[in-house]
Each structure stands twice: as C-alpha cells, then as structure tokens.
C-alpha cells in the first residue's frame, strides 16, 4: 500500500499541504477547557455558537492569501469540503 502522507525532515522544499476552510466555524460553548484561550478583552468573551459572518470572511481571505503564495512557490495545495461543524453528534454510547 503506497504511503499518503511522508514527512522525511524539517529542511526538504514543501511539495503539498492542506489548508482548511473558516466556513461555518464556531466558537465553543464556555467550560474551563477553554475560557482562558479566550483574551479577556476580546469580542468573543461570552459568545458561543457560529462565528460572526465577517471574521469568517476575513479568516477565509487570509486563507486564500496563503493558498496563492504556496501555490506560486509550486506547492500542491488541497483544500477539505467545509463541515457543518455546529451540528449535535453522538454514538450508541453518549449524544
């Protein structure tokens, strides 16, 4: 079976990367997991649920960024379907 992924050493030329996608983000609800990677200070502070339209669109342009300037540097770039990262999940053990 051919390998999928080879990761020889840190210093060979980058051939091909996946970047993700913002699209339907969402910050997680607040438990002590995850409160303090919060900033005291930031608009985020107590929101939980989709992310705000505009800092998905401003994470994916970032992200788009990226994407060209790997590809001019010759890198094969592969880009996931989006997920609907909001919805309930569950097993035959917990929901």
Do not use: H, Y
Request: with cysteine; hydrophobic share 35%.
């Amino acid at each position: 079976m051919a390998k999928i992924v080879s990761s020889w050493n840190d210093w060979d030329p980058l051939k091909r990367v996946i970047v993700g996608r913002c699209d339907n983000s969402v910050i997680p609800p607040e438990e002590p997991a995850t409160s303090e990677k919060v900033p005291v200070d930031s608009e985020m502070r107590g929101m939980w649920g989709l992310r705000p339209l505009e800092t998905v669109e401003r994470g994916n342009e970032c992200l788009e960024n990226l994407v060209k300037i790997l590809e001019d540097r010759g890198v094969v770039v592969d880009r996931p379907t989006p997920l609907q990262w909001n919805q309930a999940i569950g097993t035959p053990d917990f929901r």
